[in-house]
């Protein structure tokens, strides 16, 4: 057991490693222009949102829609806070801050709301994340309302997008395996059960709600650091349902599901910039066609294996006390 | 001094009165059977007493080490917490997952380590989670479902599946076991073999345990007492003994057959 618990982990640094390489390396010989760049950053930001949002609706079964609200928290703290001090600590305090933030108001939104059920919680989060969205329109002399803020000053780059994206994937997917996730899972399976087994499943519900928001919020950061410029519109209704749109395309219960969407996505919306006219049609037609042939998602509740590289690994290396 | 006493608990729905003035002991370490016709309103007092419903009136008492606490209208997992489990009547697994965490999920009261510790897996997490993976194993060794820890529940057949539920309820460490219809839909051989797993347990674990059940072999059999209700009143109380030879048990739910039903 734990010799392969080891072995998985050596592998997972291997291959997060590699990538950072390899990118860093491409980036570096101008093969990924800047173009691209923004494609990657929009990427990362929606693995983030799309694996917070999967907590949520897919392991603690809340059907939440008002992901881009707590976006919205992160982006705006972030921006504020480097707006007025504009230097690598203010960004990292800014990131956190918002996450913070967001968690907060996560928490205060969830409390009452986490109650509902089922489409009685979607319209209730649909509702909360709208208000947050008019706060910040009306909020003029602090987030200059609909014209948003602009020049923000930009630290994201290709290492701090790989270095929250990561971030955030550990530490959910550690979360899921863990007793605290398989309490939030089990309220997903069958609440009443759960409950008659000991588990409080409002707290987990609400905890579920608070770690999504926080990462939300992080995502939200990265994106005003990113993009130099927010405003209300951005997080609007539409937001919330294109995080959605890649959980639900992934796989509800699927993390490598979420990731695999979320990289899928960003590059198919990448090349269906050659037909600008009838891209959103496209994309509409490939999203209905995936859902026609994999209803539960691309991944299910599945995850990657890593036993091919386990194998690929004993066969390299000789056998040595294997588990 | 009794484990569990339930004085004059009361229950109504709208204008139907599931539930009326039931009256009932258990002492440590009894195993007792509650009975009664279809929809006489059993699994209503289980599910009263397991926190699922609130009663409309009447308390119920649970005095586990000498701490005596009233539980009526706690929450189903405080009321666990303390020390009550159950099964459920219709068959209530976390389907679309593994036995293991079937059994692993219902341990999560015991498990010490924070959130922290669970989003960066420090030592505590792998230390706790490895003890808690050998409790749950050995547990469903106790049930002969050691070798099927990986399957989802919902592939087990269906004796199974009620094992697990016990295996489950077993994991929150309880001193009170309810056990509602543990042996519905299962064929006379099976129905033997659960009849014995129940009294082993019960000595194995030191339980005390309430269980419904139809099936009058298994009541007769292991109860040492039983309560009969019919629409929502107790009409009896007594050993198997009495209880078949009870002259309103007979007349309002056993019929002629009752003389004939230990065997």
């Not at chain 1, 490598?256 to 996505?265: E, F």
Request: aromatic fraction near 8%.
């Amino acid at each position: 057991m734990g010799n392969k618990a080891k072995s998985n982990l050596a592998i997972k640094i291997i291959l997060l490693a590699a990538t950072f390489v390899i990118i860093q390396l491409l980036i570096f010989l101008d093969v990924i222009n800047d173009y691209l760049q923004a494609t990657m950053a929009t990427i990362c930001i929606n693995i983030i949102l799309a694996v917070s949002l999967n907590l949520i609706t897919g392991f603690t079964g809340q059907f939440s829609l008002g992901h881009a609200g707590f976006m919205s928290i992160g982006a705006y703290t972030c921006a504020l806070i480097t707006l007025r001090n504009p230097t690598l600590p203010g960004f990292i305090i800014g990131v956190f801050a918002g996450a913070v933030m967001a968690a907060l108001i996560g928490g205060i939104v969830g409390l009452p709301t986490l109650r509902l059920r089922g489409d009685y919680l979607a319209i209730a989060t649909l509702g909360m994340s709208e208000i947050i969205r008019i706060v910040f329109l009306n909020l003029d002399s602090i987030t200059n309302g609909a014209a948003g803020l602009q020049d923000i000053p930009q630290f994201t780059n290709w290492i701090w997008l790989f270095i929250f994206t990561t971030g955030t994937v550990l530490v959910i997917s550690n979360f899921i395996k863990s007793s605290h996730g398989r309490a939030c899972i089990s309220v997903r399976e069958d609440e009443i059960a759960a409950e008659a087994m000991g588990i409080n499943s409002t707290r987990y519900k609400v905890i579920a709600f608070i770690i999504g928001s926080f990462f939300a919020g992080i995502a939200g950061a990265l994106y005003a650091s990113t993009f130099n410029f927010i405003d209300p519109k951005i997080f609007g209704f539409s937001k919330s349902i294109d995080v959605l749109v890649v959980v639900v395309l992934g796989g509800l219960g699927s993390i490598s599901g979420s990731i695999i969407a979320a990289v899928l996505l960003g590059i198919i919306t990448t090349y269906l910039q050659a037909f600008a006219n009838i891209q959103m049609i496209l994309y509409s037609v490939l999203l209905i066609i995936i859902m026609i042939f994999r209803p539960q998602g691309l991944m299910g509740s599945k995850e990657v294996s890593l036993s091919i590289f386990s194998k690929l690994g004993s066969i390299i290396k000789p056998k040595k006390g294997r588990a | 001094m009794a484990l569990l006493s339930v004085n004059k608990l009361t229950k109504s729905f709208g204008g139907l009165t599931a539930v009326l003035n039931v009256n009932m002991e258990i002492n440590q370490g009894e195993l007792v059977g509650l009975i009664g016709p279809n929809g006489a309103g059993k699994t209503t007092v289980f599910n009263l007493i397991t926190g699922m419903y609130e009663p409309t009136s009447g308390t119920i008492t649970l005095d586990s080490n000498g701490i005596k606490k009233e539980i009526q209208g706690l929450k189903p997992y405080t009321i666990c917490n303390i020390g009550l489990a159950r099964t459920f009547q219709n068959i209530r697994l976390f389907k679309d997952l593994t036995v293991l965490d079937n059994v692993r999920i219902a341990m999560h009261k015991n498990v010490k380590y924070g959130l922290f510790s669970s989003f960066f897996h420090l030592p505590s997490h792998s230390r706790e989670e490895a003890l808690l993976t050998r409790k749950s194993l050995e547990l469903l060794e106790i049930l002969k479902l050691d070798h099927k820890k990986d399957e989802l529940a919902r592939n087990l057949p269906y004796g199974e599946q009620r094992h697990l539920e016990i295996a489950r309820a077993l994991a929150t460490n309880p001193v009170l076991l309810l056990l509602d219809e543990p042996a519905a839909g299962m064929n006379p051989a099976e129905t033997a073999q659960l009849t014995e797993l129940i009294s082993w347990i019960r000595k194995e674990f030191n339980l005390t345990i309430l269980l419904i059940e139809h099936d009058m072999s298994l009541v007769m059999k292991i109860c040492e007492r039983i309560y009969v209700l019919d629409y929502g009143m107790v009409i009896a109380e007594g050993t198997p003994e009495e209880i078949k030879n009870n002259k309103r048990v007979i007349e309002a739910y056993l019929g002629e057959d009752m003389s004939n039903a230990g065997d």
